[in-house]
């Protein structure tokens, strides 16, 4: 069974720092690029950050691209996000998210040309001013 379980969320202020965990099982994890995913109360689910299999290429949304980065460790199964500086817009339950396809292009899972096959349960973050 695939599983993805997120944690790390928090409440936290605006200019402070939190990192995300996601721990994955049930499928070959290095065989499948992984993304970030946020969703924020009355908004759309968006794209934050996605990584390759093997962890050579990341993309991220404009909203984030300096002050986030997504690692993994394929050794422990796991996947990392780490938010810096953060803002109050940032508030949102964080998803991480296994691509649906194995061996699949990071990129199209960054740009939605490939959309994810498993969505863990989320973790909630929230931004203060």
């Known amino acids: 069974e695939v599983q993805l379980v997120e944690s790390g969320g928090g409440l936290v202020q605006a200019g402070e720092s939190l990192r995300l965990s996601c721990a994955a099982s049930?499928?070959?994890?290095?065989?499948?690029?992984i993304g970030w995913f946020r969703q924020a109360p009355g908004k759309e689910r968006e794209r934050v950050g996605c990584?390759?299999?093997?962890?050579?290429?990341?993309y991220y949304v404009d909203s984030v691209k300096g002050r986030f980065t997504v690692s993994r460790d394929n050794d422990k199964n796991m996947v990392y996000l780490q938010m810096s500086t953060l803002k109050p817009e940032d508030t949102a339950v964080y998803y991480c998210a296994a691509d649906s396809r194995v061996w699949g292009d990071v990129q199209d899972l960054a740009r939605g040309a490939s959309v994810p096959g498993s969505w863990g349960q989320g973790t909630p973050v929230t931004v203060s001013s």
């Open positions: 049930g499928f070959t994890f290095d065989d499948y690029a």
């Open positions: 990584i390759s299999g093997s962890a050579s290429s990341a």
